[in-house]
């Protein structure tokens, strides 16, 4: 226990001291008002970097949001890019896509499916059934025809040639490069005749009758139908592919 520092007599753990009276010092006056000073730099200082510290989140934030929302001025660009009519359908309608056009129909869908038909020989148009098949039957010569047909109904369409060649052979039709439908022929001469029919996209035939088969391939290697890119129609831009040639494949 510390000793009073003047009598050294009498400890000083109660001033004033029970000796000799003496009193510690008073602390200097200057000392707490430092230390006061101190706190408050620090508080004032701590603050400071807190707030700014919340400022640069807050901004990161924004800059963050801003950067994935969608730009209404593109968005409408494009929008307007996507309904932009890119299509001439085969009836010159002007479409968005080609799934938006209608399957050809009727004497028009006939002549555009088959352009040059009446280059086979010389035509005759025929109605069947009230309206509900047409034909072109154009003769080549004596012995052979061949006829360019519409449907109406896809399901008489396909049951006819069914029908007609009950025993085949058929094999897939070609146009091109690709396959669009069914052919069929004769095995022997039925009436003194060899037939042979194509049927494809649902509505749309030709049938070719000859002598021989022979005259009957000569005539079949005449026939000409729209490139299968273009049965519904074709790009504004983009002129219409070549004809192409039918077999069996």
Known sequence: MEMCPKCGQQPMAVEPCGRCGYRNPPEPSHTRPLRARKSVMIGVTGAALCLALVSSLAMYLTLAANSSAPNPTTSTSAAA??????????????????????????????????????????CVSKVHHKGRNLTYQCSTNRNSLVRFGWWRDKAEHRQHYEKKFPNG????????????????RDRKRVKG??????????????????????????????????????????????ELAPLVHVAAS
């Open 81 to 122: 890019t996507d309904n932009v009519p890119t299509v001439q359908c085969w009836d010159n309608a002007i479409e968005l896509a080609l799934t938006d056009c209608t399957i050809p129909s009727r004497r028009a869908g006939l002549r555009y499916i088959f352009p040059t038909y009446e280059s086979t020989g010389s």
């Open 169 to 184: 052979p058929c094999w897939a039709l070609r146009a091109g490069t690709k396959d669009i439908g069914t052919i069929c």
């Open 193 to 238: 005749i060899y037939r042979m029919s194509g049927y494809f996209l649902g509505h749309f035939s030709f049938s070719i009758e000859a002598k021989s088969k022979g005259e009957q391939d000569a005539i079949l290697g005449r026939v000409l139908v729209r490139d299968p890119q273009n049965f519904r129609g074709h790009l504004v831009d983009v």
